[in-house]
């Protein structure tokens, strides 16, 4: 049985009128559910609908082929370095991106590791985010 086989089995049954939870290591398959919760460690970072989650990132997110991370809130993605910025405009040499549920992923990541159990102020006011990262990197 291929992905692409179990989905559709997974998406018939929801059609049907199943209840249906699935666990997946593949953030972008979690895209597909109408509730999800994105876990780390047994610690729910983010849940919601995937778009409500995406939408709920602050700042902007951008894309950089830079040789090095632009900013302490750069992940690699692919050959390029994704870089997260609460406030204030993008590093030089960054093209701003549209975010995806990835980028919300790695963003509630991030930001669970520089905030640890404050990591749910990442969706609060810009302020006291920039604050915040400031005296913790």
Do not use: M
């Not at 989905?7 to 209840?19: S, T």
């Not at 602050?58 to 870089?83: F, H, I, N």
């Not at 159990?117 to 985010?129: F, H, I």
Request: proline share 6%; charged share 25%.
């Amino acid at each position: 049985l291929s992905r692409a086989e179990l989905w559709q089995l997974i998406a018939g049954a929801a059609a049907a009128g199943a209840a249906v939870v699935v666990a997946t290591t593949y953030v972008r398959e979690a895209e597909r559910g109408s509730s999800t919760v994105l876990l780390e460690s047994g610690r729910v970072l983010a849940s919601g609908a995937p778009n409500d989650i995406v939408s709920a990132i602050r700042g902007s997110v951008g894309s950089s082929r830079t040789s090095r991370a632009p900013t302490p809130l750069s992940w690699r993605r692919g050959v390029e370095w994704r870089v997260w910025v609460p406030e204030g405009p993008l590093p030089e040499g960054t093209t701003r991106v549209v975010p995806d549920i990835e980028d919300a992923a790695v963003i509630a990541n991030v930001a669970a590791g520089v905030f640890g159990d404050e990591a749910g102020k990442v969706a609060g006011p810009l302020e006291k985010l920039t604050k915040t990262i400031r005296e913790k990197i």
